[in-house]
């Protein structure tokens, strides 16, 4: 287990919120373009982050990755805070509230589904997919 640093923390705290900032001017933009917000771009979102993570961890695993302090900034800190489970969650819910049980359904799908392959592919792209 390592040890907890004030070092890590800053660079989390650093990442989450640019991570958070990110995913904010994201949803905005996005809502901007089309007139209205969309939980479309929340899956977006969510897709992004997973890919970007995967590629992350992968290049984590090589011989020249990632070091711990961009472990924490990057993977931790700004993919943590750009992603949108949270809102993914009052998202469902709200479906389930108004009575949209497929709308639930199809995002919980789209959203577990899509994360799950966008973190693969961008495993894959490093090379790191099929460690043994």
């Keep these: 287990m390592?040890?907890?640093s004030l070092r890590a923390i800053?660079?989390?705290?650093i990442g989450g919120g640019l991570g958070s900032l990110l995913r904010y001017f994201t949803g905005w933009?996005?809502?901007?373009l089309l007139g209205h917000a969309?939980?479309?771009?929340t899956?977006?979102?969510n897709a992004l982050?997973?890919?970007?993570?995967?590629?992350?961890i992968g290049l984590s695993a090589r011989e020249v990755g990632l070091n711990d302090d961009y472990r924490y900034l990057l993977i931790i800190g700004l993919c943590g805070g750009f992603t949108t489970f949270s809102t993914f969650s009052a998202e469902v819910t709200s479906h389930l509230q108004d009575g949209r049980l497929a709308w639930a359904v199809g995002a919980i799908g789209i959203h577990v589904i899509g994360s799950l392959a966008m973190t693969m592919l961008g495993l894959a792209t490093m090379g790191a997919w099929a460690r043994g």
């Design 38 to 41: 969309t939980a479309w771009a």
């Design 10 to 13: 800053c660079f989390v705290f």
């Design 43 to 45: 899956w977006g979102i």
């Design 2 to 4: 390592e040890t907890l």
């Design 49 to 56: 982050g997973s890919l970007v993570i995967g590629y992350l």
């Design 29 to 32: 933009g996005v809502a901007h």
